[in-house]
């Protein structure tokens, strides 16, 4: 079936540690958003990305990075300067430009050990 | 992108419609509507979306209002499964400013009741 697929569903961090989420889609969207969404709040957009090899900040990048090597992949790094990284991550896709809509994965959620 | 105002909550009993209102009185002539639900611990559902029509889908319909400054989605036959939280978003569309971000406020649970 086409869609998003972000893993790991649960991903703990220790102190002082990068982690890295996984976002794959194969619906052949062009752009890929990363958002970050916290108890009981709207979304918040980490990075996103309109091509390969090029991506953007959004409002809350810092202590993040991305990657766009391939149209179908936008794996997430939460560096261990993000001092908040406890939050439900997730990650959407939209084809091409113009109205079309925003799909989005299941999400992973980030907790601190 | 505007600014939208929903209900905190609501609440409607199974097998009747469920008519979710939200205001977007600073709409721009470019804003297209979007709805997206979200059931807990999942990502947000796209449901529809549109710029002045009325449109329809086999979720829901959607109604803007004249002047576009409202619109209510409405679900024809709420099930149980339909309890979620449900966001009104407005956005122009890729391509008329850099990026395309939603922005979603705190939308409106929907409770559907046997």
């Known amino acids: 079936d086409g869609g998003i697929t972000q893993s790991p569903k649960y991903l703990f961090r220790k102190e002082g540690q990068n982690v890295t989420l996984s976002c794959e889609q194969n619906?052949?969207?062009?752009?890929m958003y990363w958002y970050r969404q916290d108890p009981g709040q709207g979304l918040r957009l980490i990075y996103y990305?309109?091509?390969?090899?090029d991506f953007q900040k959004g409002d809350i990048a810092e202590g993040y990075s991305v990657s766009r090597e391939k149209k179908e992949s936008f794996p997430l790094t939460v560096t261990s300067a993000q001092k908040n990284p406890t939050a439900f991550y997730l990650c959407?896709?939209?084809w091409g430009k113009g109205n079309q809509p925003q799909h989005f994965g299941d999400g992973t959620r980030l907790s601190i050990l | 992108d505007a600014k939208t105002t929903q209900p905190t909550s609501m609440d409607c009993a199974e097998g009747r419609a469920a008519n979710l209102p939200c205001n977007h009185s600073t709409i721009s002539g470019n804003e297209y509507v979007y709805w997206y639900r979200q059931i807990h611990s999942q990502g947000p559902q796209y449901i529809i979306h549109g710029l002045k029509n009325n449109e329809t889908n086999e979720m829901a319909s959607l109604i803007i209002t004249e002047d576009r400054k409202s619109s209510t989605l409405i679900l024809p036959h709420a099930t149980l499964r339909d309890t979620a939280v449900y966001y009104c978003?407005?956005?122009?569309?890729?391509?008329?400013?850099?990026?395309?971000?939603?922005?979603f406020g705190e939308g409106t649970q929907l409770t559907v009741n046997p």
């Open positions: 959407a896709s939209q």
């Open positions: 619906l052949n969207h062009d752009a």
């Open positions: 978003i407005v956005r122009v569309a890729w391509g008329e400013t850099s990026g395309s971000r939603l922005t």
């Open positions: 990305s309109q091509i390969v090899n």
